[in-house]
């Protein structure tokens, strides 16, 4: 333990002022056994402090194979090791001069110990959460409709919040997002809601509810805006289970109370994006006026269908004669910047931007524009007066 003398005459030999220095001063020593390998730093940003602070909880999230992230309740950020030229030493009993409130009018001297020290610490970036295998995941088992008589429920491959939780990089409020997204619900084989496990619907049986309702809304001449609840699970019930059809209905749809009935307005775009997915699920190309005379006939009285509806899940290739339309769904794409650009590359050489711009706009982060994504990943030049984006690098084909 220093002495004050001996501090003194350590600034001396330094040729420090004590005047120029704090009159409170850290004597630090090593406590035994002390390792780097003793604690980890990390580096967080005001919103994380204040979550921390606030009681909430930070979760490591990613499987043997994947890069960890770490999520808060409604984000996820990226772990990386940054290193650091000086060494960093945690001290829990130091103070920092803000933090003592009753200085001294002489020096006088305070022994505070090292209770572990790092070279480098965890730095955080927010980032895309990483949500595509949730539907991978959620398709090993897809639910294909009620149980017919002898058939078994296939109890494999099922899924909890919990489970999702392990296995996905994402928050918790992403997660349900893209559930909500994805049209996923919870089930059981009584066809009952519960907290229990997460399906996806098949496409097939989606497309056929979907079916049911369009329908329904034409043969009773009801508006799109304005389609009854009970009246439509009492019509359809006979074909299927009424939780199915009102959970069709969420997804396809706005819920809304008049005179204490209720109704739901069909959501145009997502209607007419649905029958036209129907369409093509399993045509490779389509020729394009066939199909958007077909797909126009094929939705409730009173939409129109637009090609600006199908962003993002289809391409149009206008340098084909006739024209043609083909199924390219964005959430197909890989999730990592540089395979998603060379992948685009090799199923189109060269892209307009208002045709790559839906298959990059969900990998831009903050403040990104999909811009500066092609500025990055493609080189741009003129062709028949319209400017075109091809790849900086040789795609293997």
Same mark, same amino acid.
């Given at each position: ?86 060494? /960093?030493? &945690?001290?829990? @009993? ?6 003592? =409130?009753?200085?001294? %009018? *002489? ?93 996806? /619907?098949? &496409?097939?049986? @989606? ?6 309702? =369009?329908?329904?809304? %034409? *043969? ?178």
């Amino acid at each position: 333990m220093r002495t004050l003398e001996e501090v003194q005459a350590t600034l001396q030999i330094a040729k420090l002022k004590e005047e120029d220095l704090h009159t409170t001063i850290h004597c630090l020593s090593f406590g035994e056994s002390v390792s780097s390998a003793d604690y980890c730093l990390m580096e967080l940003d005001e919103t994380l402090c204040k979550h921390i602070e606030a009681g909430q909880s930070l979760v490591i999230r990613g499987d043997k194979d994947e890069h960890a992230v770490l999520c808060s309740g409604d984000k996820t950020y990226d772990l990386k090791i940054a290193d650091t030229s000086n060494l /960093l030493l &945690f001290v829990p @009993e130091c103070r920092t001069p803000d933090q003592l =409130t009753d200085p001294q %009018d *002489s020096s006088h001297v305070v022994h505070a110990q090292i209770w572990g020290f790092c070279k480098s610490y965890w730095e955080l970036r927010k980032q895309r959460p990483k949500l595509k295998k949730l539907k991978k995941i959620l398709m090993e088992n897809p639910y294909e409709g009620p149980l017919l008589a002898g058939q078994e429920e296939n109890t494999e491959n099922r899924y909890t919040m919990q489970d999702l939780l392990k296995r996905i990089q994402a928050s918790e409020e992403e997660i349900k997002t893209q559930l909500e997204t994805i049209h996923a619900c919870q089930i059981d084989e009584r066809i009952s809601f519960h907290p229990g496990y997460w399906r996806v /619907l098949d &496409f097939d049986y @989606e497309m056929k509810l979907l079916g049911h309702i =369009t329908q329904l809304v %034409d *043969s009773e001449s009801w508006s799109p805006n304005k389609v009854p609840l009970q009246t439509s699970l009492e019509e359809l019930a006979p074909l299927e289970p009424k939780e199915m059809i009102q959970h069709c209905l969420n997804c396809y749809g706005k819920r809304y109370t008049e005179n204490e009935e209720v109704f739901y307005a069909l959501h145009e775009e997502k209607v007419c994006r649905g029958v036209a997915l129907m369409l093509l699920h399993n045509a490779v190309k389509f020729n394009l006026k066939e199909f958007q005379e077909v797909w126009q006939q094929s939705v409730p009285e009173g939409m129109s269908t637009r090609l600006e509806q199908l962003k993002g899940v289809a391409l149009v290739d206008r340098t084909s004669r006739p024209e043609t339309i083909g199924l390219l769904r964005v959430e197909d794409l890989p999730e990592d910047t540089v395979e998603r650009f060379n992948h685009l590359f090799t199923l189109r050489e060269k892209w307009t931007e208002e045709d790559i711009t839906p298959y990059i706009q969900d990998l831009c982060g903050e403040k990104q524009t999909t811009g500066a994504l092609l500025t990055k990943y493609a080189r741009s030049s003129m062709q028949n007066g319209i400017k075109v984006f091809n790849s900086r690098r040789p795609v293997a084909t």
